[in-house]
């Protein structure tokens, strides 16, 4: 079974006479354990498709079926107890403003349900610790860099053990320094996990640490290489 | 704080930590809710003094059963009643007694040249079971023609001075140009008819209102036999009285009517009746708005909770959390302002407006009601929007 298998996907935005498609026909499955980039022009579709594979879209035409559960018509409560299997690391980091590193990092947890408070505070540190935040696990996102932001944002994606993670433009903010150990802390994390990464991406510095690449243009898949 | 509530909610105590880390977000939403609390506390406030003016009316008297002239809607509008429906009254067996009161305005001219308008009580220096307990052991000394009892918390006039209005220290004033001797003195306050009140005799009364034919009461107060049904006496007086303009009530049912007509029918009570329910949409509009901004300001934040896996019931919870917090913080600030407007509002018109624990209580839970209705509304977009439209 393959994590994630997307078959004969078409999705539009809009309603009536401004009804525009955004995905054509797009057929892709992904290994497990393996490291996707989604690549492309502006406006080619990845981030629609990420956010179609990772349950924070509805499904219009098509399958994507994901961990084996189809989302096509999947109700609230399929898409909420999904959405808790996968971790996803957005563009503009996204953290909570008024919650500190480790309350941020704490939310993946508590979605699980309460659990014991001790053994989720030591599994919260310890993540930030791997991420190197270890010294600002108090500090508010208004306190800390870009980078360290997404270091933070990266801590909450992973410290639940997600199956798949989805990572949308990752490194869109940061500059160079920041961006590549970034993608290769995030592709390290999820390695030792054995965990799956999708990634969209503009930055062609990061694609070297690729298992494959899959270009989109215009909705549509136009190339599928596979590196590794 | 946050500690405590992380044990109380279990969980992070969210709307908590959003409400204070913006602090002067937070002042202007708990202005918003204490501002609204004190809109609807004040228009609450005159309302209850409408309705208390009302019900002290009824104090310097008391009685089983009360008979008024079938027109009379409140204490002072009716028709005076015929004398001989006191005797038929009487002529049931399981009436005890009976007893006209008489009631009218006159006008005291102070010494100022100020004019206040006195509710005048008129009641037989013998009939003491009718009396309440503010005149009923001075009751007996009205029988000196032209003697009263002054209410020393008239309106606009000096409460120690009349505190200290006793037999060896009268006071002389001119009521519908006859001279009038207050040999004492009872406290009962202004009202929205008058501006405070008078108790004589019922002779005193009838000299002050010469044109006010002998016998003929305003109201008439009936005390039933011991062991006997107060309903049951009502029925028959009334099938006795049939033919008579009058009507039969119990003292609690006539109070109760006449305070129903006076907040529905008079003017007054609708326009306050009126200015309550425009506070109350007022404060609800101002709650709404601080609740609905509120959600807006987070909603990317709440959207990345949605991405994470959480369901539409944590948010609410959240909503919930701060409604809780502003209503309790917004609510204190409002009770005391709206405290000092009491005391202003009362010295000012010498109303008895005063509050009650239920209104306080009762405004605190609206305030939490609506605090948690608005957030949950606007909440609702989270609940139907998908998570990647709201970044």
């Known amino acids: 079974m393959f994590p994630i298998e997307v078959t004969a996907l078409n999705h539009w935005f809009g309603e009536g006479e401004a009804r525009k498609q955004a995905i054509f026909d797009v057929n892709l499955t992904i290994d497990q354990g393996s490291l996707t980039i989604l690549v492309g022009p502006s406006g080619s579709g990845k981030t629609t498709l990420l956010t179609l594979m990772g349950c924070l879209r509805d499904v219009q035409d098509g399958s994507v079926r994901l961990l084996g559960t189809e989302l096509h018509g999947a109700g609230m409560s399929v898409l909420e107890a999904m959405r808790r299997r996968l971790g996803f690391i957005f563009q503009a980091h996204n953290l909570h403003e008024s919650l500190t590193a480790r309350q941020n990092v704490l939310t993946s947890l508590q979605v699980h349900g309460r659990g014991n408070p001790a053994r989720q505070a030591a599994a919260v540190e310890h993540m930030l610790g791997l991420v190197g935040l270890a010294d600002r696990i108090d500090y508010l996102p208004g306190n800390l860099s870009g980078g360290q932001k997404q270091r933070v944002a990266i801590a909450r994606a992973l410290v639940s053990n997600p199956d798949i993670i989805f990572a949308d433009e990752p490194t869109a903010a940061l500059d160079k320094e920041t961006a590549i150990p970034i993608v290769r802390m995030l592709k390290e994390l999820g390695q030792s996990r054995g965990t799956t990464t999708v990634m969209v991406t503009h930055d062609n510095r990061v694609l070297e640490l690729a298992d494959r690449i899959v270009t989109l243009e215009d909705g549509r898949i136009v190339k599928d290489e596979r590196l590794r | ?391």
């Open chain 2, 1 to 391: 704080m946050t500690h405590l509530l992380t044990l109380l909610l279990r969980r992070l105590p969210i709307g908590w930590l959003q409400l204070t880390h913006n602090r002067g977000r937070m002042a202007a939403a708990l202005a918003g809710v204490a501002f609204a609390n004190v809109l609807v506390l004040v228009q609450l406030g005159i309302l209850g003094a409408l309705n208390g003016t009302i019900a002290v009316a009824y104090a310097p008297f008391q009685g089983d059963i009360f008979i008024s002239a079938s027109d009379a809607n409140t204490l002072t509008d009716g028709s005076p009643l015929a004398r001989r429906v006191l005797y038929q009254a009487l002529s049931d067996p399981q009436v005890a007694a009976a007893a006209p009161l008489y009631l009218g305005n006159v006008e005291w001219t102070r010494q100022d040249g100020s004019i206040a308008e006195m509710t005048v009580y008129g009641l037989p220096v013998e009939a003491q079971r009718f009396a309440g307990p503010l005149i009923r052991d001075a009751l007996p000394t009205l029988s000196v023609p032209d003697t009263a009892l002054i209410d020393r918390g008239t309106r606009g006039a000096d409460a120690e001075a009349l505190a200290q209005v006793s037999p060896d220290t009268p006071l002389q004033f001119e009521a519908n140009g006859r001279t009038v001797t207050a040999t004492g003195n009872f406290a009962l306050g202004g009202s929205f008819n008058a501006d405070g009140s008078l108790a004589v005799s019922d002779q005193t009364f009838l000299r002050l209102f010469p044109n006010r034919i002998s016998g003929t009461p305003s109201h008439i107060l009936v005390d039933v036999a011991p062991g006997a049904d107060p309903a049951e006496v009502v029925a028959r007086l009334t099938e006795r009285l049939a033919s008579e303009p009058v009507q039969v009530r119990s003292l609690a049912t006539a109070k109760a009517d006449d305070l129903t007509y006076q907040t529905t029918q008079r003017p007054t009570g609708v326009i306050f009746g009126f200015s309550v329910a425009m506070a109350v949409v007022i404060g609800l509009v101002i709650v709404y708005q601080v609740l609905s901004t509120d959600v807006a300001d987070h909603l990317a934040e709440y959207a990345t909770f949605k991405a994470m896996g959480y369901p539409h019931r944590f948010f609410l919870s959240i909503v919930l959390e701060e409604s809780f917090i502003l209503g309790a913080l917004g609510f204190l600030p409002g009770l005391l302002v709206a405290l000092g407007l009491y005391q202003g509002v009362a010295a000012l018109t010498g109303l008895p407006i005063a509050m009650t624990v239920t209104r306080g209580v009762m405004v605190f839970i609206g305030t939490i009601i609506a605090c948690a209705a608005s957030g949950s509304l606007a909440a609702r977009r989270l609940r139907t929007a998908d998570p990647a439209e709201l970044f």
